[in-house]
């Protein structure tokens, strides 16, 4: 997909990628979003344009490093934008594979205990997933903010770029999805299958394209704040 | 060739039955024509040396197939190739599909040595030790060998198994009995 800019419509961006129907939802743009351009959307919402087309980039094309945009961005937004994103994690997808694994589970012959391991080896990658969460609300979030306060009126500060690192929830979440398609064994209810390897496809895949707004974005922001002090 | 184990499973029942009378009168091979149920109740101990699926049965026991790509023939109608899977055409005249067949043999045992996914005791052994939560100088010291042995070994069980985490690693030896 070319990058996103201005004059883009937002149809077009979610038909060419569906998945930025969650990257919308956390700007509170919903579906039914007409012919509207970027442009249009970011003024009746009121959110800066720059900032908005940076994370859809971001988000959608894995090649795009946004260095010289970030300049002008304000951490809070940044902040604000993980923060929604952390709880629909909390809130929608976790809960719902969760459901999807119990089904599955309660339709699985008792014999079959591979996919009870499964479920335990997801109720562990949760668990990861939810003290970042918390480390992320409680202590990184908050130091970036304050950080900010502190600085205000000493912007721009200088931003280095940062490397992409290995995330391990994602190499779990990885794993799990190896172990679902590759060691899976006995007799299981397939729709059900289907239900939960689709929903952790789609959690894979969200927390992949926002670790690289965390990671390309607020990470060399929150670098430089700490720096100036 | 008499010890050769060929499996066929397919919803065309002539095909099958056709594949079948081929291995049998061109190679001397008595075929097996598998049931739905095969992949179910299959048994680890008895690994066939070949397979041939159509693409119905092969999609819904991808999580089968995948690790036995090397062993695994795709019966096709035409001749799309497959990026993962050889291929046969089940329209070809029978001289072809004989030649074709004869191609399988030669390679199938090759890659069966080569790459075959099944861990060797070692890679057990240490499997065993990481899902114990031993480090790598534990491991190391246990089975008494060097520390980048017991790297070589790490490296080859994540791209058997395709699994890199040590939690992941841990799960997978307890739903194998390892632990």
Redesign the interface.
């Known amino acids: 997909m070319t990058l996103i800019n201005k004059d883009t419509k937002l149809c077009d961006i979610i038909l060419q990628e569906p998945s930025t129907i969650t990257v919308l939802d956390r700007f509170g743009i919903s579906l039914g979003v007409g012919d509207a351009r970027i442009s249009d959307a970011c003024h009746e919402h009121d959110i800066d344009v720059n900032f908005f087309t940076t994370i859809l980039n971001t988000y959608i094309e894995e090649n795009y490093f946004p260095q010289t945009a970030l300049l002008a961005f304000s951490a809070s937004k940044i902040i604000e934008y993980l923060a929604k994103t952390n709880e629909y994690y909390e809130k929608n997808v976790i809960p719902n594979i969760e459901r999807h694994f119990a089904f599955l589970i309660n339709k699985t012959p008792s014999q079959n205990?591979?996919l009870v391991?499964?479920q335990?080896?997801f109720a562990?990658v949760k668990t990861e997933l939810l003290q970042r969460i918390d480390d992320d609300r409680n202590k990184w979030f908050p130091t970036i903010a304050l950080n900010e306060m502190k600085n205000i009126g000493k912007m721009p500060y200088p931003v280095k770029d940062t490397e992409d690192f290995n995330d391990?929830i994602e190499?779990?979440i990885?794993?799990?999805i190896?172990?679902?398609?590759?060691?899976?064994?006995?007799?299981y209810d397939?729709n059900l299958g289907y239900a939960v390897i689709t929903a952790i496809f789609s959690l894979k895949k969200d927390i992949k394209q926002n670790n690289r707004i965390r990671n390309r974005i607020l990470m060399p922001i929150s670098q430089a704040l700490s720096c100036k002090l | 060739m008499s010890d050769f184990n060929v499996i066929i499973l397919t919803h065309d029942t002539l095909n099958a039955i056709g594949l079948r009378s081929i291995f049998e009168n061109s190679f001397g091979i008595s075929a097996y024509i598998a049931d739905e149920h095969y992949i179910d109740t299959f048994n680890t101990t008895k690994e066939p040396h070949l397979f041939f699926v159509d693409s119905l049965s092969l999609v819904a026991n991808l999580g089968f197939f995948l690790p036995r790509r090397a062993k695994t023939v795709l019966l096709t109608n035409d001749h799309t190739p497959s990026d993962d899977f050889r291929t046969l055409c089940v329209n070809d005249n029978e001289s072809d599909i004989i030649n074709i067949i004869n191609t399988f043999f030669t390679i199938g045992n090759e890659v069966e040595k080569n790459t075959t996914n099944s861990l060797s005791q070692r890679e057990i052994e240490v499997l065993r030790l990481i899902a114990a939560g031993k480090i790598n100088k534990e491991i190391a010291q246990e089975l008494n060998i060097s520390i980048n042995t017991v790297l070589s070994h790490r490296k080859n069980l994540t791209s058997k198994l395709v699994i890199k985490s040590i939690s992941g690693l841990t799960f997978y030896a307890m739903m194998n009995g390892i632990v």
């Open positions: 205990s591979n391991l499964m335990q080896f562990e391990p190499e779990k990885d794993d799990l190896n172990m679902l398609i590759m060691h899976l064994k006995g007799e397939h």
